[in-house]
């Protein structure tokens, strides 16, 4: 980037210009229409200016270049983007794991380090600077460009995958900053300022509203519920912050929903009480220790709720409890469902997933469940939450030899040896091929029933049927993971 200075100045000095400004108008030729003549007028309820809060915090605000090892192929975007897929399994308390959104990055095969940008800012005057994980993730060398034209090179303070949040640091004294320590709430509707570093144009300014938020299944992590804005924001925009009016911090940009990879108004951002504890803790140790109970929960579906007789979709159902683990220790099991977690009620896998990671290990988590249709309640021992490659279950699943015989809900079934029934055949036109269930499928239980025999799943669904219920929740295992399915109880369209 040899004209970086001249870019950074041309874009320091348009800044105000990218501005909504009052009392100025450009003319199709170009030329500035002085107060007086014929202006464009702000938005209703936006300031007349944006330029008091920019010149505030814009000199906090970094370029961060990387050098990262060579890629074998392409890929697309320099900042976060993707599209939902459609039927996506729920998350799990233990990965927190909901999926969404594919996150790519932007570059170019060749033999030499590629050569990546972001953004980032100083959180303090002696040179910690946040940014997003992805930005400096696997970077063999960072070097952080600021607003009055250093050039500094940056190493790893520390990363959390799980949120996209890294903290790099500088060498150095008297940095402008910005802090947390007053962080604002934002609400749907509020005027936003995103700066950054797209497309390597340091020191952008763009302005938009507050989109939404509590954003979820916009990224694979159960511990950020995303802010949603429209202010613009595009490759090389990832890590940088977002203010509100005052100058406080409430968000860092992290991803953009696009079919392009450019900005159609759609950007995401961690809010700043997440970040701002992430940072806390890399600063303090270098890591975030999130705490674990050692079971895997599911969101609890309108449907799943009705095939298991609950009246309330509130909660969410426990797949697997690791029976060495802190769940087990304290009573808690498969099939239970968790309506709060130290008192805050949880409608989601991810809500759990949040509130057993507030934890640290060896804290009490007060867990209350529905078991059997009454509340119970569990004081668990929070463990230490595992790295993500510890928490993947091998399958270990051998191929069963008893023949399969035909059983309810349109499925071909046969006694697995390591307990449950496999399924080897599937009636295309049952609900339970439309729900996804296919052969190598183990199905454990059928509601509270284990099951080991194709009669054991008719018992179960026969008394379902008396109980009045539409359908049965199957608990299913593929691939090391359990998910609880409610399958029709209604026999395939002929």
Known sequence: MTHRK???SAAAGALAAAMFAS??????DGAVNAPGQAAVSPAPGAPASFADIVAKVAPAVVQIDVEEKPQPVSEMGGIPFGFTIPGAPGGDGQDGGQQGPF???FVQPQQGPVEAAGSGFFVSDDGYIVTNNHVVDGAQKITVHTSDDRTLTATVVGQDPSTDIAVIKVTGTSFAYVSFENRAQPRVGDWVVAVGNPFGLGGTATAGIVSALGRQ???GSSYVDYMQIDAPINHG?????????EGHVVGVNTAIFSPSGGSVGIGFDIPADVAAKVTHDLIADGKVTRGFIGATVQTLTPELADSMGLTSVKGAIVDQVNPDGPAAAAGVKSGDVILTVNGHEVDSAAAVTRQVG????????????????VARDFTIKSGLRPDQASLVTPTGQAAPEPKATPGALGLELAPDPKGGLV???????SDAAAKGLHPGDVILKAGAHELASAGDLADATAQAKAAGRKSVPLLVLRGGQRIYVPIDLAPPAA
Do not use: H, W
């Open 23 to 28: 009392g100025y108008a450009v003319a199709q």
């Open 237 to 245: 925009n990832s890590g940088g912050p977002t203010f509100d009016l």
């Open 358 to 373: 507030m934890a640290k290990p060896g804290e009490p988590i007060m867990v209350r469940v529905k078991r059997g249709g």
């Open 423 to 429: 399924v080897k055949g599937v009636d295309p036109k």
């Open 103 to 105: 996150s790519f990055r």
């Open 217 to 219: 299944n916009v990224s």
């Open 6 to 8: 001249a870019l950074y």
